[in-house]
């Protein structure tokens, strides 16, 4: 079946509805454009889990505080949609922002607690346009799973408590983060890096790294843990917002005078140049970012 | 088919879903119970507008402020289910607040705005529980159409608004109050009422059929129009919230220096004993509550 691309809210949801009654199932990832590998793995995950593959490109302005990078986000719907055609996708969902929010538009959905902590202490708001605008596409293109990367950990939380909140009869699927062969996480915000501020950038994946392999060798102390990164990072960055050792599940921060247990988040968000990166490993679950003994 | 009474979420879930393939439209009545005539009209609407119509009672804790009448809010299950059978109801869906709002639950759907004025001034966070619930109901059930009672007519607008926002697929059909021969608008919160106190509670219904009278007899004055009502009101109830002249839209009021358009909405909220009691008509689309004359 070719790929169709629909702008339109009724499009999008009448070609989803057309393709239920055939007992196919329809699986769902919403991006913000800008694909790259890590978008696309997340789109093979889909095909796996559904019959039906429906891609929303939606740069979202309610998730984008005042200050970010909503103007400068990079856009490519021509390139976006020739991916997602050569990966078997069946619909590309690309709607205007003036249809998703217009003037008279003042619901909003908020998700408290799990949302304080880690990119929510430095991005007010943003994930109430993340559970507003999940909330949204859900409703128009009604998935049987939907799939998001892990490299948003937070985002990916934060969905699966929305979902279970509010009964959404969805199956929400992450999917391992994606790097380059020296083990920068892909991003489509890597396009701002230029390559001095990129080898610096480095510094992430190679602290999480590290903190594997003394996790790997025993270590348990979350602040030894925390410093296997920070060392790296803090030298490296123009600036960190957070290194946190969390719990995966709640995402309440580790104290740094206790223990972890068999697994725990580690989570950093940090500036290189003007462009601001995250990344993430949960020790104990996941495979390092690069292999043991690279890490420094 | 007989009624089936589901008080877990999946079963109610698997019922409306296996409703579904059939091609049977799925009709929906969310109720907190102690159903009267008023909710009985609301499933004949949704008989009309669907082939399988599921019926919700729950008292929802978090529609309910501190204070307010949670605790003593009548509760009939089996009274309820009797009369949701002789009307051809298929589902009642009646589940534990446990299940609902579960201790980890975090998530809350708000509606800004429109909620500010009339009910939303006095009853803190109220609409921010019913835009919850309401979302949640319609993940469960799933359905195409959903019945409401003009009574809450703030309450119908809010629902309107949270389902365009949120693009969820469900038509929203709101039907007429319904009245006792004296005009007293039928409420599960009338069972609170002493005699004397019913009495004195028809001073609305006799307010808002003056002020029709007069909207009749040309006058447009929105100080005029209101007096009708409060004039009776003020002196007969035990405490007035709100005697409020409104575009029926926008719920924008109207300030009593103007004339109303072709239509307006005049709400009331006004407490006899310990009962609050809330009733409202829209001049130049309703019938009067009390036949032309009988007002005063």
């Known amino acids: 079946m070719p790929l169709v691309i629909a702008k339109e809210i009724s499009d999008a949801r009448s070609l989803c509805e057309s393709a239920r009654p055939g007992g196919k199932r329809v699986a769902f990832v919403p991006t913000m454009g800008a694909l790259h590998e890590g978008h696309l793995r997340l789109v093979d995950a889909a095909r796996e889990s559904g019959g039906f593959v429906a891609v929303s490109i939606f740069v979202n302005p309610i998730q984008f505080g005042p ?77 049987c799973a939907a799939v998001f990367g892990r490299k948003d950990y937070q985002q990916l939380q934060v969905v699966k408590r929305l979902v279970a909140d509010l009964d959404m009869p969805v199956e929400v699927v992450g999917v391992p983060t994606v790097r380059e062969a020296d083990g920068l996480a892909l991003s489509s ?13 480095l510094s992430i994946s190679r602290g999480l790294s590290s903190a594997h392999a003394l996790f790997r060798s025993g270590e348990r102390s979350s602040r030894a843990l925390r410093l296997a990164v920070s060392e790296l990072v803090e030298k490296n960055a123009d600036g960190v917002d957070y ?48 292999g043991f003994g690279e890490g420094r």
Not at 76 to 93: E, H, N, Q, T, Y
Not at 262 to 282: E, H, K, M, Q
């Open 189 to 201: 915000r890597n396009a701002y890096l230029s390559v001095e501020e990129r080898q610096r950038g």
């Open 67 to 143: 200050g970010e990078d909503f103007d400068r986000y990079p856009r490519d719907l021509d390139g976006d949609a020739s991916k997602l055609r050569a990966r078997g996708v069946d619909l590309v969902f690309a709607p205007l922002a003036s249809a998703m929010f217009p003037d008279e538009a003042r619901t909003k959905v908020s998700v408290s607690e799990i949302t304080q902590g880690l990119c929510g202490a430095f991005r007010k708001g943003h994930f109430d346009g993340v559970a507003t605008i999940v909330t949204k596409l859900f409703n128009i293109i009604g998935p």
């Open 243 to 290: 290194i946190t050792v969390a719990d995966p599940d709640s995402l309440t921060e580790c104290p740094l005078s206790d223990d972890v247990g068999a697994r725990a988040l580690i989570a950093v968000a940090a500036r290189f140049g003007r462009t601001r990166l995250i990344d993430n490993t949960v020790l104990g679950e996941d495979a390092p970012p690069i």
